[in-house]
């Protein structure tokens, strides 16, 4: 039986693929992702044929569902920020884990009022156990910071919010 760790990194292959559907059967356990719509998000559905999925489905179904709903209702509080159209979005170039420092034990690359090049490296998103380092993209001043260390991150979301020179 797969983990759930398992199926949220398959979730994130098929939404960054072009497969449209996706079946997976293994002892008595079928797994069925569909991406839905011009969102192309991918929809989990999982079909029970073992009494023992029974008890994990409820963990994966809120898991994946509840994730979407807490981006949600964090987003009327960065509107205000977001919306000057003078501030530069450094965004994720994939999906993964945001890390603001390279280790737990050193500071975080750059905090607010920080300020930075085209070259600096504002944080690392980890990807199927890649750490990449995103670069600033532009030279200005950090004006804030839209995730927190260790979420998860979506493809195309704003990390930082810069102020360009």
Request: proline share 5%; charged share 25%; glycine share 4%.
């Given at each position: 039986?797969?983990?759930?760790?398992?199926?949220?990194?398959?979730?994130?292959?098929?939404?960054?693929?072009?497969?449209?559907?996706?079946?997976?059967?293994?002892e008595g356990t079928k797994i069925v992702l569909k991406k839905g719509g011009s969102e192309k998000t991918?929809?989990?559905?999982?079909?029970?044929?073992?009494?023992?999925?029974?008890?994990?489905?409820?963990?994966?179904?809120?898991?994946?569902?509840?994730?979407?709903?807490?981006?949600?209702?964090?987003?009327?509080?960065?509107?205000?920020?977001?919306?000057?159209?003078?501030?530069?979005?450094?965004?994720?170039?994939?999906?993964?884990?945001?890390?603001?420092?390279?280790?737990?034990?050193?500071?975080?690359?750059?905090?607010?009022?920080?300020?930075?090049?085209?070259?600096?490296?504002?944080?690392?998103?980890?990807?199927?156990?890649?750490?990449?380092?995103?670069?600033?993209?532009?030279?200005?001043?950090?004006?804030?910071?839209?995730?927190?260390?260790?979420?998860?991150?979506?493809?195309?979301?704003?990390?930082?919010?810069?102020?360009?020179?």
């Amino acid at each position: 039986m797969l983990k759930i760790q398992e199926i949220r990194e398959i979730i994130k292959l098929i939404d960054q693929s072009s497969i449209e559907k996706f079946t997976f059967e293994s002892e008595g356990t079928k797994i069925v992702l569909k991406k839905g719509g011009s969102e192309k998000t991918v929809v989990p559905s999982v079909v029970e044929t073992a009494p023992v999925v029974q008890q994990v489905l409820p963990v994966v179904q809120e898991q994946v569902v509840a994730a979407p709903k807490q981006a949600v209702q964090a987003a009327p509080e960065e509107k205000q920020v977001e919306e000057d159209a003078s501030l530069h979005k450094v965004t994720s170039p994939m999906v993964g884990t945001f890390y603001a420092s390279a280790s737990p034990e050193v500071p975080a690359y750059v905090q607010v009022g920080a300020k930075v090049t085209e070259e600096s490296i504002v944080c690392i998103v980890e990807a199927m156990k890649l750490f990449n380092e995103i670069e600033a993209e532009v030279s200005g001043e950090i004006v804030k910071v839209l995730v927190e260390d260790g979420q998860l991150v979506e493809y195309g979301q704003p990390l930082f919010l810069v102020k360009a020179n």
